[in-house]
């Protein structure tokens, strides 16, 4: 109270009432104060009244106490601000003349006490003395008898005596008292008016002033019997009485008054030493002492406990949109989560650091209806993607943007359709500096649009709304499928006709599609496709992974795969039975098991102890599914199933004697394991002694092999013998190398950044796109025409050639293959990047292949109309540099510059690209190019120092902006595709999809690149991080957050400062949201080889049964069947043996194969029954013949035959072109060698 303040600092004791001054008094004093505004709820200054103005002369007042208080007054003035009435700080200052009429009113009560203390002091050493005198004289003198009576009359008179005294001094005391009385009012009054002067000034604050004291004096602070005082005393004095420290002691306030049982309190109180920064004094045991700062951060703690238990203790969620708009960030990474999976977690969360912190008065209830609801995700989600937008407009305008580009791609997951669209564009990495250029990327949504061209361009139309009021905004290039309604041949008309795009805009058909389905195409037409019952490698692929997964689930993951893989390989280190049955069914994958592990023992040191472990204990781990439709799954596959070809057999023999051993022969895994190990035996003969049988001993009698009668370095390893190369395992041998000498290195290239962009141009290497497609046209000529046989990557395959049964098989196999590769190489490849609208692009590549295209178009506007003469490229060879170093191969890649170019134009038309956009518009520095005449001189777009006296900038600006932007592939899409997909497992529409890729492209995406960058500044020593995990990528996700927050207030306020409605974006996304809601080895008949493989019917010179129709019979043929009836009548037989008819060739192959039929069969029967009837024939030689009735062979199985007569010989080439327009190739162009 303050009441207690004055009086302590007066020094007044709680006996000394009449002198004490009262809290009525002070509330009088108050009302001084009350149209004053308070100042309650300032964290700064905790001010309660005025303004604080009076710290600049803070060395005048004196300050005499300090102290809280909460008058009625105060809590008044609190009521009439709304708010909660509390203690607040206060320090009393005094005036000069006050203090100087305090100090002597109390030196004069300390003169007072002194001379009291003398008085008594000196009658107690008198009474000391009197003692001393007698004790002496006790021995000497002998003690009279004193009666009772004298005795009694004694001790009355003491009595009397020292009553008399108590009555004087009380007396005395009365007198003195009525005189402090007096002066005291007068002191109050002072008091009062100084204290209502001080509120007047604002003259309150939460620190404490120390006790101050005149120049040359000392303080002591002390504690005596539990109570604190002070006293100044002058430099010099040598000592202090205890006198002293007992009247300097402070007054007690009222409720702790000076009672015998609480003075025994104080006095028994033990205390410790304690410390502020330097100083030391002593506490109270069991107390602490707290500087004022912490103490103001301790109240602060204490406000933001308040501030958490009012933000749930209401019915709905109080969180605030900047507070959602991170949760919403955070939340779009949980990709694959329900709505209500999320809202649970974030109840639970919040639930869990509650419980941590201590907080427990909050009640389940309110815990949930304060965290933020599905419905308040989902909007909140919604707001963030409108805000991404905004800023992504913004952005671009800081770029200056004008040119763009599209990425779409039509795909299918989860059952449900998406089409994305990505806008791109170049942009400065910082606007401000405008030091570095950057591509920038915004998806503009996922929906689910139609399959033709007209409906999807109508979609990207719709999206590009919000842009195509940009100043300058064109789109100029598409890259989208190269098939289907949407590809970007028939979906670019469309977007020109609908004005989406402009008149001049070039396409792409996207590089990583392009090779896929070369390699999807020549590996199907050569090796057989996947499917139930096949017998072909990629059918045992597909079994290898199920089977692998399989066991994964039943074990519960990776681990109990890994303890089945480390079994198998100790018994097969071994175990001589099955070291026996591996060299029996795959002696080349089983050397190569043991070459492994002898290279690995070999090794010295920890990694190769480590490495040696691994191979022996773990199993390949993250296989996909290996599938065409998943890009470089099947090669990986390929590359992991030859890697452990001897472990994975014996692992799938391992489970599947487990499981007969406790009676599952029916079990999944048992099935799969039969399959499997079926297949990987498989030798395409039906000879039993080309395979393992338990009890051969005498083919497991190992032969020490003599290295020294091989001096050749491909005779390293014994030849091989027929029958000892399961076919499936050469076939995958070859599949592997080509991957290693060719396909590999291409799908490398394409996914490489930017060499000036760097990091996230991934798929955005366009302007080296056209040079490239030279580089895999000349590797794949390398190995057409048997040049394969001369890599050293096929070495493994040709040593097992060497133990096929059926070489003549793989003769042809090769040429298939790498034939039907480059018909599709052709198609989809070459095509897009030698086009007009493209050729171009070389211009930003190889400083040397775009100085000799530049001559090329200069050379062509100067030639005369009759200069017939082509123009001579430089024959030079180049290093293509790093760009184009080959990763798989490890090799640079050399070109002959006048090769190439005369490849890359030999369709061109050269008037078509001078009537380009791009170069109409810098014809003028592409001519200053192409004037250099020697090579020596050749021009740098990338390097000024080579540009001469011509400033060559605006050209590498148009590269940035209008060729760097456009896409060679479409993988960024696919991540849209792919994420969609797992979004729409949680049963959301395609507005959630769009909201959810709208913010990945705007903010996960650039916080990952950002993220990376800091992680690489913060650790320099440490090699850049792949991806952001762990703490630190929720740390550095806050601050990205909070700087995008600033991004989007800055566009907020620039787009009002332009008089943009900022709320257009969000309420067209409101819209689209309202719709929203182990025994013994026993090999069983199911995994023996059953002795064929599945043929592809171009591999089998086969005939599609399906081929054979009507419409493709001669001219005669349905004549006579159109009068079939009549002809019958007059018994007229038509016969036909016209080569290329499929009528004859279907009677003749009838009669070839015996199948008799009778004449009004052969008139009236369709030709689809008599197809029927070669159908059930060639079943009848499989079934019975081939063994295949032995595998639950169906008759529908059958789609295609190999003919035996000549005339359905003759329709083979038909058939060709026939297979072949299915794919959309050009038979012509094969047959005559087109590259």
């Excluded at 520095?925 to 060559?952: A, C, N, P």
Aim: overall charge neutral; charged content about 30%.
């Amino acid at each position: 109270m303050l009441s207690d303040i004055i009086n302590i600092a007066a020094g007044i004791k709680i006996d000394e009432a009449s002198l004490r001054v009262t809290e009525d008094e002070l509330g009088a004093a108050y009302k001084n104060c009350e149209d004053h505004t308070p100042i309650i709820d300032d964290d700064s200054t905790g001010h309660v009244l005025g303004t604080f103005k009076w710290r600049k002369d803070r060395l005048s007042p004196w300050t005499v106490a300090v102290g809280r208080f909460e008058s009625k007054n105060a809590v008044d003035l609190a009521r009439k601000a709304n708010q909660q009435p509390v203690e607040y700080p206060l320090r009393v200052m005094m005036s000069d003349d006050m203090k100087n009429k305090l100090m002597n009113f109390l030196k004069k009560r300390a003169d007072d006490k002194k001379k009291r203390e003398d008085r008594k002091r000196k009658r107690e050493e008198e009474s000391a003395e009197s003692g001393n005198n007698r004790a002496p004289q006790a021995h000497m003198i002998e003690v009279e008898e004193v009666d009772e009576e004298e005795e009694r009359r004694l001790e009355k008179e003491k009595k009397e005596a020292h009553m008399e005294k108590l009555l004087k001094q009380q007396a005395a005391q009365a007198k003195k008292l009525k005189i402090e009385e007096d002066k005291m009012n007068a002191l109050r009054k002072q008091i009062a008016d100084t204290h209502n002067e001080l509120f007047q000034l604002g003259s309150v604050s939460t620190r404490s002033a120390p006790m101050k004291v005149q120049e040359g004096q000392r303080t002591l602070y002390y504690i005596l019997d539990g109570r604190g005082g002070f006293l100044h005393y002058d430099e010099g004095m040598a000592c202090i009485f205890p006198s002293d420290l007992a009247k300097n002691l402070a007054d007690l306030p009222e409720k702790y008054g000076d009672e015998e049982s609480k003075n025994k309190i104080r006095m028994k109180k033990a205390y410790e030493l304690s410390n502020i920064g330097a100083c030391q004094f002593f506490v109270p045991a069991g107390s602490s002492v707290v500087a004022n700062n912490h103490q103001v951060r301790k109240e602060d703690s204490h406000d933001t406990v308040k501030d958490l238990q009012g933000l749930f203790g209401g019915d709905i969620s109080k969180f605030d949109r900047d507070a959602l708009r991170i949760a919403a960030a955070f939340n779009v990474q949980g990709y694959g989560a329900s709505d209500e999976a999320t809202e649970m977690i974030i109840v639970g969360w919040t639930a869990a650091i509650l419980e941590q912190l201590g907080i427990s008065d909050i009640d389940p209830s309110s815990i949930s209806n304060g965290c933020p609801s599905r419905r308040t995700l989902v909007r909140h989600e919604a707001m963030l993607a409108a805000d991404c937008m905004l800023v992504v407009l913004q952005e671009i305008m800081d770029d200056g943007a004008k040119f763009f580009a599209l990425i779409t791609d039509h795909g299918k997951r989860s059952g449900i359709e998406h089409f994305v669209k990505i806008l791109v564009w170049t942009g400065w990495a910082d606007p401000k500096k405008k030091d570095r250029k950057v591509l920038k990327f915004h998806c503009l949504d996922v929906d689910a649009s139609a399959h033709d061209a007209e409906g999807c361009a109508a979609a990207v139309k719709r999206s590009l709304e919000e842009f195509t009021g940009l100043d300058g905004f064109k789109v100029t290039a598409v890259t989208g499928d190269a098939g289907g309604g949407a590809s970007v041949h028939n979906l670019l008309p469309q977007l020109i006709k609908c004005g989406a795009v402009e008149k001049s805009a070039a396409k792409i058909n996207c590089v990583m599609h392009g090779l896929n389905k070369c390699l999807e195409s020549a590996g199907q037409d050569t090796f057989g496709g996947q499917g139930v019952n096949k017998r072909t490698p990629f059918q045992l692929l597909f079994v290898f992974n199920q089977l692998w997964k399989a066991i994964k689930e039943e074990g519960g993951g990776k681990k109990y795969l890994d303890s089945i893989y480390s079994v198998v390989v100790d018994k097969l280190l071994n175990d001589g039975d099955w070291q026996c049955e591996a060299k029996k069914n795959f002696k080349q994958a089983f050397q190569t098991f043991e070459t492994q592990l002898q290279q690995l023992e070999e090794l010295d040191g920890d990694k190769g102890i480590d490495d040696l472990v691994d191979f022996i204990t773990e199993t390949p781990s993250n296989i996909s599914d290996p599938v065409f439709s998943r890009w470089k799954t099947v090669m990986s596959c390929t590359r992991v199933v030859l890697q452990y070809w001897t472990q994975i057999y014996f692992v799938a023999v391992a489970v599947k004697q487990r499981e007969i051993h406790q009676k599952k022969h029916s079990s999944y895994i048992c099935i799969l394991a039969s399959a499997l190990l079926s297949l990987m035996k498989e030798k395409d003969t039906t000879n039993v002694n080309a395979y393992y049988k338990p009890g051969d001993k005498d083919m497991c009698m190992a032969q020490e092999f003599d290295g020294t009668q091989y001096l050749v370095e491909e005779q390293a390893l014994p030849p091989l013998e027929r029958g000892d190369t399961p076919v499936f395992y050469a076939m995958l041998l070859f599949f592997q190398a080509f991957g290693d000498a060719y396909f590999d290195d291409q799908f490398h290239f394409v996914m490489k950044d930017d060499p000036f962009l760097g990091e996230g141009s991934f798929g955005q290497t366009s302007r080296f796109c056209v040079e490239r497609l030279y580089i895999m046209h000349k590797l794949l000529a390398e190995l057409e025409n048997d040049g394969w046989k001369t890599k050293v990557q096929f070495k493994a395959y040709k040593r097992a050639l060497q133990g096929v049964s059926k070489p003549e098989y793989f003769d042809k196999m090769a040429k298939v293959f790498l034939e039907r590769f480059r018909f599709v190489f052709d198609k989809h490849l070459r095509p897009c990047w030698t086009s007009d609208s493209i050729l171009h692009y070389i211009l930003g590549g190889n400083q040397v292949l775009a100085n000799e295209f530049a001559r090329w178009l200069v050379d062509y506007k100067r030639m005369s109309s009759d200069d017939e003469e082509p123009y001579q490229f430089t024959n030079q060879i180049i290093d293509m540099g790093a760009i184009h170093y080959r990763t798989r191969a490890q090799k640079n890649v050399k070109i002959n510059v006048e090769e190439c170019m005369n490849y890359l134009t030999a369709d061109a038309d050269p008037a078509a690209i001078m009537q380009t956009d791009f170069v109409k518009s810098h014809w003028d520095l592409i001519e200053e190019m192409g004037t250099f005449e020697y090579i020596e001189d050749t021009i740098s777009l990338f390097d000024d120092t080579t540009w001469g006296h011509v400033d060559f900038e605006p050209l590498l600006e148009a590269v940035w902006n209008e060729i760097a932007i456009h896409a060679c592939h479409q993988q960024r899409c696919e991540n849209y595709v792919q994420l969609a997909a797992l979004v729409a497992k949680t049963s959301v529409g395609e507005v959630r999809r769009t909201l959810r890729a709208i913010i990945l492209s705007t903010i996960i995406r650039p916080f990952h690149q950002w993220a990376k960058q800091v992680l690489a500044e913060r650790n320099p020593d440490k090699p850049p991080p792949r991806r952001v995990e762990g703490a630190a990528r929720g740390e550095l996700l806050v601050k990205f957050m909070r700087k995008f927050s600033k991004k989007l207030e800055r566009a907020k306020r620039l787009a009002e400062e332009r008089n943009i409605d900022t709320k257009a974006i969000q309420q067209k996304l409101s819209v689209l949201l309202e719709a929203l809601t182990v025994g013994e080895r026993n090999i069983t008949k199911s995994e023996e080889a059953a002795g064929y493989i599945d043929k592809p019917v171009i591999m089998s010179d086969g005939i599609t049964i399906n081929f054979l129709s009507m419409n493709r019979s001669c001219k005669n043929c349905n004549n006579a069947w159109t009068k079939r009836n009549a002809m019958w009548k007059k018994k007229e037989f038509h016969r036909c043996e016209s080569e290329g008819c499929c009528l004859a060739a279907v009677h003749a192959e009838l009669k070839e194969r015996n199948i008799k039929l009778s004449k009004k069969d052969l008139t009236f029967n369709t030709i689809g029954q008599k197809r029927h009837e070669i159908r059930a024939h060639v079943a009848k030689e499989v079934m019975v013949d081939e063994g295949k009735g032995k595998q639950g062979f169906d008759i529908k199985d059958i789609k295609d035959f190999v003919p035996k007569s000549k005339l359905m010989e003759s329709i083979k080439e038909m058939h060709l072109d026939w297979l072949n327009e299915k794919k959309g190739l050009s038979t012509i162009n094969m047959r005559n060698g087109v590259q």
